[in-house]
């Protein structure tokens, strides 16, 4: 399920409006740097976001990557609970709101939402962002100032998002957070880019969560072990990113659309029902019959071919997309 409109179209007008002005050549090089330290493995002892500029530019290249990556995140744990809903939501590391953004899109504007950053240039700007989107849940947002790292507390809350935040942190930082987080939440999202790195930390979480007692809800199709080998592979999914054009004039493309890989993990205190499978790869569509390659929970990993025979079945394979559950509910 894709965002609604009204919430996607929000967050460009609000970015449109609040980032116009912005030098050119200014918010360039913020990007590269800020991409330089996407890409990196190096954590930072103080916040990447430095000043407003950064900021900025941050938002205007990261925001609507992350708003798409948490809301299919969300789409999931939504699919695996859809009687559940949010009444409070902490979004740590939150900077400039873009995982708020997406929890208002897919639960309404039901949830009262806290956003911690250890940023105050990004908690600024994500304050004004909120204010811009005419959307209740948002414009009522908490905004703290709060370290992020292993000193963190957090109030007990319905939903916690991290997203885009463990690369930040040292190992036994990430440790102490997703810990807490657990202690915390009754459900936990966690998302990542969608590298190799990324999916190393994404596994890592999915342990702690799991040793603190709660069940997996999404994207596996279980609690047990990974059935991927280290180094062998990475479980990752992809969410095509509309982009406007400030988005395409801050990163340089000339594509209406670009397509955000992230990898993730959803977690609950409460009973869910995962996919019985998951759809790892895009499916390959071929003359009379689709190649589906599936995560199982008894079979682990496998290929499933379905076959034009299959009547509905094949029409639902034709229509599968890279993470959807299969088969469809």
């Known amino acids: ?8 179209e929000a967050l460009r007008g609000a970015l449109a409006g609040l980032l ?51 809301r299919a995140a969300l789409d999931a744990l939504r699919a695996a609970a859809p009687g559940w809903a ?37 908690l600024a700007l994500g304050r004004e962002l909120a204010a811009a989107s005419g959307i209740p849940s948002l414009r009522a947002a908490a905004w703290r100032r709060s370290r992020i790292s292993a000193a963190l507390r957090v109030e007990s809350t319905d939903l916690v998002t991290v997203s885009y935040v463990l690369n930040e942190l040292t190992e036994r930082d990430r440790t102490a957070l997703v810990t ?35 069940t997996v809800a999404a994207p596996c199709p279980h609690s047990g072990a990974c059935p991927i080998e280290p180094g062998t592979d990475w479980c990752h999914f992809a969410t ?19 397509d955000e ?17 998951r759809v790892t ?11 589906l390659e599936l995560c199982t929970e008894d079979d682990g990993l496998r290929r499933e071919t379905v076959a034009k025979r299959h009547g509905t079945l094949y029409k639902a394979a034709r229509d599968a997309a890279w993470g959807d559950e299969w088969p469809p509910r």
């Open 240 to 258: 095509r990113v509309s982009r406007s054009s400030l988005h395409r004039q801050v990163k340089g493309g000339s594509l209406a659309y670009e």
């Open 20 to 70: 116009d002005g912005l030098p050119p050549t200014q918010a360039a090089q913020a990007v590269d740097r800020l991409i330089s330290h996407y890409r990196g493995t190096v954590p930072t002892g103080a916040p990447v976001l430095r000043d407003r500029s950064d900021v900025a530019a941050y938002a205007a290249y990261r925001m609507p990557a992350t708003f798409e990556a948490v």
């Open 180 to 214: 807490e987080a657990a202690r915390a939440a009754r459900a936990v999202v966690i998302v990542e880019p969608g590298t190799p790195d990324g999916y190393a930390r994404i596994i890592a979480a999915r342990d702690l969560l799991i040793a603190a007692g709660l």
């Open 86 to 122: 949010p009444d409070t939501h902490t979004d740590i590391g939150g900077g400039t709101g873009a995982a708020s953004w997406a929890v208002a899109d897919a639960w309404g504007s039901s949830a009262r939402t806290t956003v911690l950053d250890w940023a105050e240039p990004a």
């Open 261 to 277: 890989k992230f990898a993730y993990v959803a977690a609950t205190r409460f009973p869910v029902v995962p996919a019985p499978a």
């Open 1 to 8: 399920m894709n965002a609604s409109p009204s919430t996607a």
């Open 281 to 291: 790869r895009r499916p390959q569509i071929r003359k009379g019959q689709v190649l």
